[in-house]
């Protein structure tokens, strides 16, 4: 059943980009822990208006898991302590009463702080821009049903095409790579037909791109996938690594 | 305050409509509504169209600038497509990203007349299931082009990658929603909307990295700009900088969406909002049917003051799922009290009454009707949960297929289920209530998507056009991208054909300056104000009005109720809104008042359309019309028309202008979902 508690909880705040963060000190009480996370930081945010100081900055839009918007790093991580969900799925029943919370931004060169605990990911947008999709004109399209694809090949691209963009996996890695994101993609086009014209290019842009945008190198360390609220698998890592060095060996 | 007592049993509303709206002038000879509707039988109305309208050759295309607001699935197929036919796009974002665009949420699929089941269905027949499932009060020309195309975004969506769900013989699969007999449904698990952006997104990034589109992302609009008489940019808010910028086109596009949060709590994301139709509205545009608001029936109930949206449970979980309430008020009781679990009620103590009442659609009828029966049902004391809540159970899909092929269909909708409720709907039925959740109403289009504004276009959930009263399932995502790949890239060059002549438009004119310069006056005043409350805490309270009162079941009373209640929400915002921090850096407080500056507006056009219509009719259901077994009684001999409203100024009454409705292809008849 229900109940309320009250939570501590510390936060960072920071007024902008180049300016020096803090961690800040808040209490929420009477909390139902059928709130979700981001309801209680709309409580705070609620009671620190109410005594005339701005509210704490976060992004969030959908708060149904599905946007990739909502990215705090929460108790040491990203989208806090249960796995396989986005922040805005978190609910207050995962805390117990009197906890301390501590609450940071994504933490990583490619996505700087704008203020507080919103960071700019327009970074994951270049790569896109870089070769994440088939190059053709509207209209030009042959049947739906022109080319079969099995279902296990479409399930396989459809797990992959799960990718939200939020950053969580950039936000887990001790590198700051940005692999599982790129690979996702790159696994999506790879194993549907319409993929293939453009595979090795798409793979040789999209790895040159990341590179370029300051993201760091992968080691295998596996912290983004076990982060994923997606659950997008490493195998996708494994995927691109094939993908890149067939495109270089092609070249 | 009206004397609420006085209007008891007072059914023609018309003498009360003459406060609140000029209902006369429809009849001025200025004020004719012209949809331009192309001549010839209906199904080669877009054919014939397409042949004779005018062109823009690649050359010239390379001078025409676009602007575009918003990167939802009508936004991101508009520009992209629009670039790729050679105009110069400016796309404007809301969010940190155009993939985040609330398309993104929508679950169940996306509806097209492929026949790929050979179930009977072909264009006509979906034509026919949208006009029907719209009760009659939607365009019959724009449906048919929209099930003619429904067909070509299914290519377009596979051939970007989109995964959609496939048979083990790699063809694609389909399931049924509401409001039809024939599987005609696309998806791609229950993230179907994610997968059909995150293709838009794609195409719309190639045309960035060439360079055609150029995309600004955390930005919102804040004005049209017009200059002699045509829509020729936009003012917007930079959300980072607390900027004022300008931006200049020879025409502008509109894919803003839906007003569905002027019910507070909704489906809707956090950011979306009605301001762009207000702000075009108070130029000049027609808002049209706002009454039509979607209230969906499987929304996971509200459980607590400080809630902030509402969670859909897609639609396609009525293909397996039964809904039932107990049959018995002690059952009821008992289940609220915490003494019984749905679970204690033996099948024939359950009332299921959708099969009950519509045999031949049951589970599956139309999401207005849906609603409605749920809440009667509440209405009556058979609610469970809070009293507001009825069960969702698969106990009957488990028992028929195992939880094996049921977790294959639903298993994430389930998870997530779980994680908000914290219920396990393998053991349990899940609870569900109905919530606001899509707009059939908003910006008055003509058949060119065009709005009364020359040069301004509207597309997706923004516009009025395709639902009529009441939108089907899966029926969004087709508007939205049959909009922007296939409608709105052919009939805008109609219009863009007379402009290769004019030149660039520069942003350092006097509507420009006006423009900006009524801006900075708007959000000073607000941040003048110094008050004390939140713009979230007068939302919810406006929210709470247009729920209880513009909400599900309409009176007369309760409109004008609701009319007085909006107006004393107004002027608490003007004269108790408390905004801290400035104006000129990142501000979300500012931002939230601005949207709900906007809502109030909205939400008494709402109601004004809302008293308007006598009638019950699609999601509008007044509840001094119905038939002596409940169902809503439309009139077509009065109401067969959209309701378009012109502004008039601050404070004055707007005029009423009718575009009446004819049904040529489709015979006119009473919806009927029993047999």
Redesign the interface.
Known sequence: M?KNINVNLKIWRQRGPKEKGSFQNYRVEN??T???F???L??LN?Q???K????V?F???????????CSLYINGHPHGPVQG?TTC?L?M?KFNNEDTITIEPWRSAAFPV??DLMV???A??KI???G??????????????A?????EI??E??DS??C??CGACVAACKNGSAMLFVSAKVS??AL?P??QVERARRARAMVAKMDELGFGNCTNTGACAAECPKNISLSNIARLNREFLKAKIAE | MADYKKLEGMIDSTPIMKDYADIESSALPEFQIDSKIPEGPIAEKWTNYKAHQKLVNPANKRHLDVIVVGTGLAGASAASTLAELGFNVTNMCIQDSPRRAHSIAAQGGINAAKDYQNDGDSVYRLFYDTVKGGDFRAREANVYRLAEVSNNIIDQCVQQGVPFAREYGGLLANRSFGGAQVSRTFYAKGQTGQQLLLGAYASLNRQIEKGKVKSYNRREMLDLVIIDGRARGIIVRNLITGEIERYAAHAVVLATGGYGRAFFLSTNAMGCNGSAAIQVFKKGAYLANLAFTQIHPTCIPVHGEDQSKLTLMSESLRNDGRIWVPKKKEDAEAIRAGKKRPTDIPDEDRDFYLERRYPAFGNLCPRDIASRAAKERCDAGYGVGTGNAVYLDFKYAIERDGVDAVRDRYGNLFDMYQMISDDNPYETPMMIFPASHYTMGGIWVDYELQTSIKGLFAIGECNFSDHGGNRLGASALMQGLADGYFVLPYTMQNYLSDQIKVPKFKTDTPEFDKAEKEVRERIQKLMNIKGTKSPDELHKKLGHVMWELVGMGRTLQGLVKAIDEIEEVRKEFYSDLRIVGSADTMNTELEKALRLEDFLVMCKMMAIDALNRNESCGAHFREEYQTADGEAARNDKDYMYVSCWKYTGEGAKPILLKENLKYEAIQVQTRNYKS
């Open positions: 229900e909390v139902s059928g709130t979700s981001l309801e209680m709309d409580m609620q620190l208006v109410e005339g100081e701005e509210p900055v992004d969030s839009d959908c708060r149904e898991g599905i946007c990739g918007m969900i799925q609910h029943r704008i203020r700019d990911r327009n994951f947008d896109q821009q870089a994440g999709y088939v190059s053709f004109n509207c209209g030009g399209a042959p049947d739906a049903n080319t079969p694809i099995s279902k479409a399930d691209a459809m095409a799960t939200i963009g999506q086009f549907l319409q993929g």
